[in-house]
């Protein structure tokens, strides 16, 4: 019996991780200066409000404050250091693995850090994996000691255990929808052989939907009165004209160049 309480605290965890992160990054995107338009965005793949690459962060998160007892360093101070340097690697380690998921197997770019320094592949960077460390302290030193009562109180309550229950069949149903969708992305994608940038996709459905006066739902994103592959056969068009502008661009800066070079030579 023990067992199932641990487990319905597991899911707790999750549960809370999806949606505090599904609001911290609706926030975060609201007042991201990419976000010239200001608009309120629904981030993710899912419809509802919740994150899972948050969730499973804040399990990890609690996993190792819990297990802060098997790192056998004496100074307190650097004991904690090594567990806040520890769970910044290791959701940064969660990070790469769901990018490198969505990329690989459904062609599909969540987010996208490639103007940051050192980033690897747009997928992880050092300037992110410093704000995991953040949240990681947060969560240490403001949270957990807060909360180990708490949750096993609520773990032996059956109503609790009724709304968790609640959060995953609708968590289940928006899974089943929302690969249904990316399944339709990933097959235009993979005709293509090109990787759908996400965020990029919805907003290119919410210009879309605003040019052709059409109603445009926060929460789901891709649903519109023009078949979605209109929407990705428009955006790819785009995409290759951006590209192609892109090439012209780089060709016109090399002639310049060598246009200076010359200069300079004859001089």
């Not at 340097?85 to 197997?105: D, H, Q």
Request: charged content about 25%; some cysteine.
């Amino acid at each position: 019996m023990e067992i199932f309480y641990k487990f319905v605290i597991i899911a707790f965890i999750f549960a809370s991780g999806c949606i505090i992160g599904w609001g911290i990054e609706v926030i975060f995107r609201r007042f991201s200066p990419a976000n010239k338009e200001r608009v309120w965005i629904n981030p993710g793949f899912l419809t509802g409000p919740y994150l899972p690459l948050y969730g499973c962060g804040l399990t990890v998160l609690y996993l190792l404050a819990s297990a802060e007892q098997y790192i056998h360093i004496e100074n307190a101070a650097v004991r904690k250091t090594v567990l806040i340097i520890v769970m910044s690697a290791a959701m940064t380690l969660i990070e790469l693995i769901a990018g490198e998921i969505f990329i690989v197997r459904m062609r599909i770019k969540l987010w996208d850090y490639s103007d940051m320094r050192g980033n690897y592949k747009g997928i992880i960077c050092p300037l992110f994996s410093f704000f995991w460390a953040l949240l990681g302290a947060a969560y240490y030193f403001l949270i957990h000691p807060h909360i180990l009562s708490a949750l096993e109180w609520f773990s032996h309550n059956l109503l609790f255990s009724f709304c968790i229950g609640f959060f995953y069949g609708i968590f289940i149903i928006d899974l089943c929808y929302s690969f249904n969708v990316v399944g339709k992305i990933k097959k235009f994608a993979a005709e293509k052989e090109t990787v759908i940038k996400y965020e990029e996709f919805k907003k290119h459905i919410r210009r879309s939907a605003k040019e052709r006066r059409e109603k445009y739902s926060f929460m789901l994103a891709l649903a519109s009165q023009t078949p979605l592959s209109e929407h990705l056969k428009s955006y790819f068009e785009k995409l290759s004209e951006d590209e192609r502008f892109a090439k012209l661009n780089e060709m016109g800066e090399r002639v310049k160049e060598k246009i200076e070079e010359k200069k300079n030579e004859r001089k």
